[in-house]
């Protein structure tokens, strides 16, 4: 499996950015993460593959939206009203199990983008 993830830049706080990963094969479950300098990695929002279930970190409710579109093998995630805190390098993963749903546990992502970066100035 091959991620592509685009869309990343610099935005002003109250901005909005649609981030795409594009990925190779069938639809998996699929995860977008963010690690900010010095902080962990965490869960953004995860959507399983008939985007029958999704989940969204706390921080991020309300203004983040995760979509897929499995006939252009896509996942986006629509930021809104952003602020200086979303400031990271944001990834997108796949789940590669075959059942157990979405999973909120990075070590069960097995395939990871190469990262692209989100700016938010205040």
């Known amino acids: 499996v091959q991620l592509q993830a685009s869309g990343g830049g610099l935005v002003q706080a109250g901005g909005s950015l649609r981030l795409s990963c594009l990925a190779s094969?069938?639809?998996?479950?699929m995860g977008w993460f963010r690690q900010a300098p010095g902080k962990e990695r965490e869960l953004v929002a995860a959507?399983?593959?008939?985007?029958?279930?999704?989940y969204y970190g706390d921080s991020v409710k309300g203004r983040f939206t995760i979509s897929r579109d499995n006939a252009k093998n896509t996942v986006y995630l629509e930021m809104n009203s952003l602020k200086a805190e979303d400031t990271a390098v944001y990834y997108c993963?796949?789940?590669?199990?075959?059942?157990?749903?979405?999973?909120?546990?990075?070590?069960?992502?097995?395939?990871w983008g190469q990262g692209t970066q989100v700016t938010v100035s205040s």
């Open positions: 959507i399983s593959r008939r985007s029958g279930t999704i």
């Open positions: 094969g069938p639809p998996y479950v």
């Open positions: 993963a796949v789940d590669p199990r075959r059942a157990g749903g979405v999973s909120t546990d990075s070590r069960t992502y097995g395939y």
